[in-house]
């Protein structure tokens, strides 16, 4: 028997010559665990964003105020100070016009942020990669190929400095161990002495790094 818990509810799968009572008795063994379960579904359910004037967004761990402003061009978004400004037509600009210039340019911050801040850390580690690619993964942060290529979540730079580090770390030291070996943790944590601090961090709040 498989017991499953998502935003939707709770579900059982059972084989299809089960009697229907134990089933039941298996449910009923684990309410207090489907409860639980499932008040942390509801606890982690993201607002959507309406991408409207003064909604908060985050950006390397801090927030910033988005502002509309009226343009005679196609939604283009900047960053001043503790604002992310959008200019458009704002009487044709629609939800998803503007959602898709926020996502680009997430997406051009993060490639800029996270390839530097690899490269950085390359050189305080001695760990290189072959390649860097910035994407966009479903549920993942990173991943590191067999070659040494490495691939990160655009949606990292959303994150504090600190857990982005760690996510760069923790790929870098899969070009050494390709595996999460006690061998592959001994080498994060000789960089990282605090990393299960930030991978704490990435396990609570990594469903709100959404736009």
Request: glycine fraction near 4%; charged fraction near 20%.
């Given at each position: ?7 939707d509810g709770?579900?059982i799968h ?126 993942r942060w ?70």
């Amino acid at each position: 028997m498989a017991l499953k818990v998502n935003k939707d509810g709770a579900s059982i799968h059972i084989p299809s010559l089960l009697p229907l009572y134990f089933a039941e008795k298996f449910v009923h063994n684990k309410s207090s665990w489907i409860s639980n379960k499932l008040k942390q579904q509801a606890e982690h359910i993201t607002v959507e964003k309406q991408f409207t004037d003064g909604e908060v967004f985050m950006l390397l761990g801090k927030s910033y105020t988005f502002h509309l402003h009226e343009a005679p061009t196609k939604p283009t978004i900047t960053l001043n100070g503790d604002s992310i400004n959008c200019h458009a037509r704002l009487n044709k600009a629609t939800k998803i016009a503007i959602s898709a210039a926020m996502t680009t340019w997430y997406k051009q911050q993060a490639s800029h942020y996270l390839t530097a801040r690899t490269h950085a850390l390359s050189t305080e580690t001695k760990l290189s990669a072959k390649s860097i690619t910035v994407k966009t993964y479903r549920a993942r942060w990173g991943s590191c190929t067999i070659r040494g290529d490495i691939q990160f979540n655009w949606k990292l730079i959303l994150a504090p400095p600190e857990v982005i580090d760690y996510v760069i770390i923790h790929e870098l030291c899969h070009t050494k161990h390709h595996n999460h070996s006690k061998q592959f943790w001994q080498l994060v944590t000789h960089f990282r002495p605090d990393y299960s601090n930030n991978r704490h961090w990435l396990k609570i709040n990594g469903h709100s790094l959404e736009l």
